[in-house]
C-alpha cells in the first residue's frame, strides 16, 4: 500500500526557514493529491497546503499564505513545503496525506505519514 515518509522538521529560531519533505513510495492514483497538515495538541488538524498533479497553483492556508510555498516533483514522487518566516505559532507536527481525488478535510486522506516535527522559538 501506499507509504509517505516526511522528513525536514526541526528546530528553528523565528524568522527561519525550514524545506519539508513528502515522499511517496508510489505514484498512482492513490496520490494524485498530496496535501500537508499541521496538528497542535488540543486543536483540530489543519490543511497547511494541497496539490494535485497536473495543477499548477497549489492551494495554501491564509496563515501560512506568502511564508510557505509548495511545490511538486512527480519524478521524484516527492512534494516539498518550503518554509520561510517561521513563527512560534508554526510550531506543529506536520504531517503528509495522499489521497486519490483532492480533498479539504483530514478525514478524506487514506494515507499519512508519520509526521516530522517543527519547533519555532
Known amino acids: 500500500d501506499v507509504q509517505l515518509v516526511e522528513s525536514g522538521g526541526g528546530s528553528v529560531q523565528t524568522g527561519g526557514s525550514l524545506i519539508l519533505s513528502c515522499a511517496a513510495s508510489e505514484q498512482s492514483s492513490k496520490t494524485t493529491c498530496i496535501s500537508w497538515f499541521r496538528q497542535i495538541p488540543g486543536k483540530e488538524r489543519e490543511r497547511v497546503s494541497t496539490?494535485?498533479?497536473?495543477?499548477?497553483?497549489?492551494y495554501i492556508a491564509d496563515s501560512v499564505k506568502g511564508r510557505f510555498t509548495l511545490s511538486r516533483d512527480d519524478a521524484k514522487n516527492t512534494v516539498y513545503l518550503q518554509m520561510d518566516s517561521l513563527t512560534p505559532e508554526d510550531t506543529a507536527l506536520y504531517y503528509c496525506?495522499?489521497?486519490?481525488?483532492?480533498?479539504?478535510?483530514?478525514?478524506?486522506?487514506?494515507?499519512w505519514g508519520q509526521g516530522t516535527q517543527v519547533t519555532v522559538s
Open positions: 496525506a495522499a489521497g486519490n481525488q483532492y480533498s479539504w478535510y483530514a478525514a478524506e486522506f487514506p494515507y
Open positions: 496539490i494535485n498533479r497536473g495543477h499548477g497553483v497549489p
